[in-house]
T-cell receptor
């Protein structure tokens, strides 16, 4: 079983729509969690850390469910610029494990 | 101001050659990493150094040797390059201390072995 699994998508949504997707992780002792964004042929960039109580950053909301070992990301009011691959990332003892990414395409 | 920089950005070379990729960070972080992203886009950690000490060494062929002359630099040397080494190599850095440390990535080095 992979350490981090994500629905690869693609999620193809119109501007202004809400899109949400999850990832699951296998190691219950994982310590911290992140969503990274990667544009085509670019480096991953930190989108947001995911806190136990859930957190929001503008149009982005992240949730963590430790009991079920999944993390979610919700994007409200999608913009064309949100088109990217979203990487679910789990930290265990200095080591980040990356999911393969969920591709989101926002169309005009 | 570039936070994490890598050189070269593109590297095209033939099988059997030896090549190096350099990475520097000016964030004052104490930990640096090398990742490989293959054609399937999976990002996998290769090595990590904390204050010049190797702390993560994943199952990577001996042909790959990281070197950290100081905590701001982490270079990757690859001997006897093979076709399967073609990938994008990302350097990253972070500051340890607490569970919410975050990693910052360099722009990547696209290695093509012919």
């Amino acid at each position: 079983r992979k350490e981090v699994e994500q629905d690869p998508g693609p999620f193809n949504v119109p501007e202004g729509a809400t899109v949400a997707f999850n990832c699951t992780y296998s190691n219950s002792a994982s310590q911290s969690f992140f969503w990274y964004r990667q544009d085509c042929r670019k480096e991953p960039k930190l989108l947001m850390s995911v806190y136990s109580s859930g957190n929001e950053d503008g149009r982005f909301t992240a949730q963590l469910n430790r009991a079920s070992q999944y993390i979610s990301l919700l994007i409200r009011d999608s913009k064309l610029s949100d088109s990217a691959t979203y990487l679910c990332v789990v930290n265990m003892d200095y080591k980040l494990s990356f999911g393969a990414g969920t591709t989101v395409t926002v169309r005009a | 101001d570039t936070a994490v920089s890598q050189t070269p950005k593109y590297l095209v070379t033939q099988m059997g050659n030896d090549k190096s990729i350099k990475c520097e960070q000016n964030l004052g972080h104490d930990t640096m990493y090398w990742y490989k992203q293959d054609s399937k886009k999976f990002l996998k950690i290769m090595f990590s150094y904390n204050n010049k000490e190797l702390i993560i060494n994943e199952t990577v062929p001996n042909r790959f040797s990281p070197k950290s002359p100081d905590k701001a630099h982490l270079n990757l040397h690859i001997n006897s390059l093979e076709l399967g080494d073609s990938a994008v190599y990302f350097c990253a850095s972070s500051q340890t201390g607490g569970p919410f440390y975050e990693q910052y990535f360099g722009p990547g080095t696209r290695l093509t072995v012919t």
